[in-house]
C-alpha cells in the first residue's frame, strides 16, 4: 500500500548520503540523465601519472590580493532560475531537428518568466529532468536528442536502466532533504514519471531499487 511505499522513501531519505551543500550539486547531473547505456570511462595513464606527481610549488603557496570585488551571494530563488535558465538552453540546442521538446519545458519556461518561488522552479526543473531522460535517446558522439522507441517494463532486468531511475529517484529525494519539494509532492511525481513507467507497483518499484 501506499503508506509502505511512503515509508520506504523516508527511509531511503534518511539513510542517503547526500551533502546539502550546494544547489549546484542537484543541477550538475542535469546534462547527464539520458536514458541510455553508459561505457565506463578509463583514465589515461598519463593523466594519472600527472596527477600522482609531486609540485614543489604551487599557484596558492602566494598570497595575492585579489582584484576583483567579491561575487555577491545569490538566493536560492536566483539559484534556482539561472538552472533553469541553463537547462532551458542546453536541452533546447540539442533536440534534433523536428523533434519537439516535451510539454513540461514550456512549463518551466512559463514558471521561470512569471517569477515563480524556488520551489516551483526545481519542481519544474525536476519534472523536465525526468521526462528528458525518459522520452529521448542521446547520439554518444553528438549529444543530440532523439525521440526513443525503448520499452522500459520489457528491459527492468538490465543494470543501466535501474541506474537510471535511481539516479532520478535520488534527486527527488535531494529536493526533499533541501526543502525544495515537499513528501507528498515528490511521492506524486515518482508515481507518475518514474513508477508507472515500470509497470511495478510502489512496493515492487522499491524493492527493485533495493530499498
Not at 131 to 153: N, S
Request: charged share 25%.
Amino acid at each position: 500500500n501506499m503508506k509502505v511505499y511512503l515509508s520506504h522513501l523516508y527511509s531511503a531519505l534518511t539513510v542517503s548520503a547526500i551533502s546539502a551543500a550546494s544547489v549546484g550539486a542537484f543541477t550538475a547531473g542535469i546534462q547527464n540523465c539520458q536514458f541510455q547505456y553508459r561505457a565506463a570511462s578509463v583514465a589515461s595513464p598519463r593523466v594519472c601519472a600527472a596527477q600522482s606527481s609531486t609540485t614543489t610549488l604551487k599557484m596558492s603557496d602566494f598570497d595575492f590580493p585579489s582584484a576583483m570585488p567579491e561575487k555577491p551571494q545569490q538566493t536560492m530563488k536566483e539559484k534556482m532560475e539561472e538552472s533553469a535558465t541553463q537547462f532551458i538552453a542546453d536541452l533546447s540546442t540539442r533536440l534534433g531537428d523536428g523533434v519537439d521538446p516535451p510539454p513540461e519545458m514550456e512549463a518551466l519556461i512559463k514558471a521561470r518568466d512569471a517569477d515563480s518561488d524556488e520551489k516551483t522552479l526545481a519542481l519544474g526543473i525536476y519534472e523536465l529532468m525526468i521526462e528528458q531522460g525518459m522520452m529521448y535517446d542521446i547520439d554518444a558522439e553528438t549529444g543530440i536528442l532523439t525521440p526513443t522507441q525503448f520499452d522500459v517494463k520489457a528491459n527492468l532486468d538490465i543494470p543501466e536502466v535501474k541506474a537510471e531511475f535511481k539516479h532520478l529517484y535520488s534527486y527527488g529525494m535531494q529536493l526533499i532533504q533541501r526543502g525544495l519539494i515537499d513528501m507528498d509532492t515528490a511521492k506524486e511525481v515518482v508515481k507518475k514519471r518514474l513508477i508507472d513507467r515500470t509497470g511495478l507497483s510502489p512496493e515492487e518499484f522499491d524493492k527493485w531499487l533495493g530499498y
